[in-house]
């Protein structure tokens, strides 16, 4: 059986997740974004918002087969633009989590291109690199098959839905036992580091990673 290195009871755990679902296989189309917000190591809030995209009224099928969200879903809501001015207050200088940021990190700084916006102050991670550290040898580290592997149960392809199920499933690994016994008390970018999963800082000149 594979070990696990590290983990433990972290106090303090401040941080936030965030996902996007699109209307099109064209990253500058987000149609719904969910963001959760983790304080003190326990989910806080989860704000949502469906967001009429660039391409409305256009939708690809495989998309809508996807999470179910059509144009009439859209039709009254806001543009990213209008949203963006609630979001950004919200990540702002803090720590995102995404379930395989590469997309959802892709879709904002490519739609924030598109509009000509800033791109935020913020640093980010995946929480499918982590997972793949904490829990080695998993036959799927997928969203929805990681989550009903730990009995965390939620709507998949909702973004508010998958926001939170990945903040509950970043808490679960916070609280894996140590080998040998015993606790640690650190914050999420100490456990991040400890795992050297990179995180990436992102602000409106440019962009590297740490570990």
Known sequence: MTEVYLAGTISAVDFLTLDFETATRYPDSPCQLGITVVRG???????????????????????????????????????????WQEVQPLIDDQLVFAHNATFDMGVMRTTLNSYGMEHPRMRYACSVQLARKVWPGLPSYSLGKICAFHGITFKHHDAGADAEATARLLIKATEQPLPGGGQLSFSMDEF????????????????????
């Open 41 to 83: 190591g326990a989910v806080a809030e989860t704000f949502t918002w469906l967001i009429k995209p660039r391409s409305f009224p256009h939708f690809d099928y495989w998309n809508i087969r996807v999470h179910g969200i059509k144009p009439e879903h859209v039709a009254k809501s806001p543009d990213f633009r209008s949203v």
């Open 192 to 211: 991040t580091r400890k795992f050297r999963v990179g995180i990436k800082e992102l602000s409106p000149v440019a962009a590297r990673t740490s570990f």
